[in-house]
């Protein structure tokens, strides 16, 4: 019973405020116990323990663990030069692809107007790829990709343009990859702008047009402004997922990481040296490290998204 | 009366060629999946199949698709049927049950949100190695049984819901959880409909996690065995994509059924799962 519950309080009253308290509390807790023991034992104290981990040398198969102070740290900054290509090359994936596919997913929103015709069928067309597995799909674009046989390189050929080595050219394979990632992801950036689009009253852009303006003058000064909080949202989600991306290097290069380590991501260098070569103290470290990124950019996510919260 | 859309000619001139090229890399997969492997081989390519559908019957001696499928739906089923329930029961507590510390626990579910599960991998595969649940079918589940945005989602319906109907219920000597069964989970059926839509895309689609904590065709799901395909018989593509198409065709025929609803559900989120 809650101690400050008066004790004339009319019976209905006291009904409804008293009941949550005492007995139901542990009633709210076995409701919160399945999901909870979930999210503790598999998110936040592997989350935790990760760093305690970045601090052993510990090889998953002689699995004996040796402590080693911040030696992990000291190697992965300072000497692994396969790190810092990891790191410039994510950096290169996320400066080209997320920009590439903000901007296809914004030009489709607009194409695709509420009042389009058709428009479904066409958006399910650019959505498709984001819900279609990615092995499935890579399999198909490496033969599309592929500089022999494949339909791009046709299609350059017939346009006489140069025909680049794609999947099997250390300069190419990275662009590749950016390709098929900008195909796999612009249907969300396009139905999230669509959203966006939906929630700017029609009228705003109505009266800017009977004031004379032209639609490129409409959107840069009316819809472009609005859709400020759209676009920021949609600048976080890409930034931390397009620094997470494993699975399409994986399955471009065969497990390999390309020749000279040429599409290397952070992502897939921690899943290499975890389950290729089995150092979980260094891929704790590389955990680590890859973790403090995603907060920084959370972090500047939310000064930013605080200050342009207004519009919405 | 709408005014008619501006420029609809010059919409579609952009709109129908980028969706088109969007559309392309599946119109392919069934293309190479019908093909001859000589046409394949040919340059320029054949942009129309030679219809050779014994392609599909001869995958088939390549990998064990039956087994494989059996997994997916397994490890699929599971993860869905967890997922909705850890989130109906933690989403109902969050919205309408009053307890102490309630606050400081959907503040630990907002902390959860910010923990990339990549950071995640090398604790958990240690946990679970010692658990003896390698090489499982819990093991590509359990570990996911949860889901943060399943919370929010279903917190969020039930706040919806009228408190007369709890409190007639309740004169009724109905508790939480029969009310809960009957009649509040019942009404948050879109919600749920949502939930289960991405987690089984989710599922279905899963990689990364049961390439690392899987070994053999057991129990590996189907995506797993495809890239597992397409690294010792690459020089099989018709094959190959015979195999993609097969193992995408559920997720097509999901997606056709039910667009609208999971693309709102991604929307209003921007994640899957």
């Known amino acids: 019973m809650d101690p400050s519950t008066p004790l004339t309080r009319s019976p209905v009253i006291s009904r409804r405020a008293s009941r949550p308290f005492g007995r139901s509390s542990l009633g709210g807790y076995a409701f919160l116990a399945p999901a909870f023991v979930v999210l503790l034992a598999f998110l936040l104290i592997p989350a935790v323990w990760v760093f305690g981990l970045s601090l052993f040398r510990w090889d998953l198969i002689a699995n004996n663990p040796t402590y080693v102070g911040l030696a992990n740290f000291e190697r992965l900054l300072l000497r692994d030069d396969l790190w810092w290509q990891a790191v410039r090359q994510t950096v290169y994936y996320t400066a080209v692809s997320v920009p590439a596919g903000m901007a296809l997913g914004l030009l489709l929103a607009l194409l695709l107007d509420t009042r389009l015709p058709g428009r479904h069928l066409l958006r399910g067309a650019v959505f498709a790829p984001y819900v279609t597995p990615f092995v499935a799909t890579i399999v198909i674009w490496i033969w599309i990709f592929n500089p022999d046989y494949g339909v791009l390189n046709a299609a350059l050929g017939a346009l006489h343009l140069p025909r680049p080595g794609w999947t099997h050219s250390p300069d190419w394979i990275m662009p590749s990859i950016i390709i098929y990632g900008v195909w796999q992801h612009t249907g969300l950036n396009l139905v999230i702008y669509l959203a966006g689009l939906a929630n700017i009253p029609a009228e705003l852009q109505e009266a800017a047009r009977v004031d004379g303006a032209g639609p490129w003058r409409v959107f840069w000064r009316i819809t472009w402004p609005l859709l400020s909080p759209t676009t920021y949202f949609l600048l976080f989600i890409n930034l931390i997922g397009s620094f997470k991306v494993v699975v399409p290097v994986y399955v471009f290069t065969g497990n390999t990481g390309g020749a000279d380590h040429a599409a290397e991501t952070i992502g897939f260098y921690l899943y290499q040296q975890a389950f290729a070569f089995f150092h979980a103290g260094y891929a704790g470290a590389i955990s680590v490290a890859f973790f403090v990124i995603i907060l920084a950019v959370t972090g500047i996510q939310m000064r930013f998204s605080a200050r342009r919260v207004f519009y919405t | ?273």
Request: hydrophobic content about 55%; aromatic content about 14%; overall charge positive.
């Open chain 2, 1 to 273: 009366m709408r005014r008619r859309l501006p420029g609809l000619g010059l919409r579609y001139l952009l709109a129908v060629p980028l969706a088109a090229a969007f559309l392309f890399p599946f119109y392919w997969m069934l293309v190479l999946s019908l093909s001859r492997r000589d046409a394949i081989l040919s340059f320029p390519p054949n942009l129309w199949p030679q219809w050779q559908l014994q392609n599909y019957v001869e995958v088939w001696r390549f990998v064990n698709w039956p087994g494989l499928f059996a997994n997916t739906v397994v490890t699929t089923a599971g993860r869905v049927v967890l997922v909705l329930v850890t989130s109906t029961l933690a989403g109902y507590a969050f919205a309408s049950m009053r307890f102490a510390g309630k606050a400081a626990a959907f503040g630990l579910v907002l902390a959860v949100y910010m923990v990339p599960t990549e950071v995640t991998l090398v604790p958990n595969y240690i946990t679970l190695s010692r658990l003896g649940w390698l090489d499982t079918y819990q093991v590509q589940f359990v570990p996911l049984a949860a889901s943060v945005f399943g919370i929010f989602l279903m917190r969020q319906y039930f706040l919806t819901l009228p408190k007369d109907l709890w409190e007639a219920a309740q004169l009724d000597g109905c508790g939480h959880l029969r009310y809960l069964w009957s009649i509040a989970a019942p009404l948050a059926r879109p919600a749920l409909v949502t939930i289960a839509l991405l987690q089984f895309i989710e599922g279905w689609n899963a990689f990364l996690w049961p390439l690392i904590v899987t070994a053999t065709d057991r129990v590996r799901p189907l995506q797993v065995g495809l890239a597992a395909f397409s690294f010792t018989d690459s020089t099989r593509p018709e094959l190959l994509a015979a195999g993609a198409f097969m193992t995408t065709l559920p997720i097509l025929v999901v997606f056709l059924i039910a667009q609208r609803q999971l693309v709102g559900g991604i929307a209003s989120t921007g994640i899957r799962g």
